[in-house]
């Protein structure tokens, strides 16, 4: 899940801490994907329109070694 479509969907790095109860600052802390725990928690809360896919984190790390 990318960070920027979580904050788009539920407005910004504060409302995204507040429903994972953990600080803004941690969130401001992520890079382009969101932590695969925090993504799945995030689908929940979203009623699925996020979506926590595992594969992207596994394409997405092949990119990084390149």
Excluded: C, T
């Excluded at 979580?6 to 407005?11: D, Q, R, S, T």
């Excluded at 941690?26 to 979506?51: C, F, I, R, T, Y």
């Amino acid at each position: 899940m990318l960070k920027s479509a979580a904050v788009e969907h539920f407005g910004s790095q504060k409302a995204i801490a507040a429903v994972l109860s953990i600080s803004e600052s941690a969130v401001s802390q992520w890079e382009e994907l969101v932590p695969p725990l925090s993504a799945a928690k995030l689908a929940k809360a979203s009623d699925g329109v996020l979506v926590f896919d595992p594969d992207l984190y596994e394409s997405w790390n092949g990119r990084k070694a390149s």
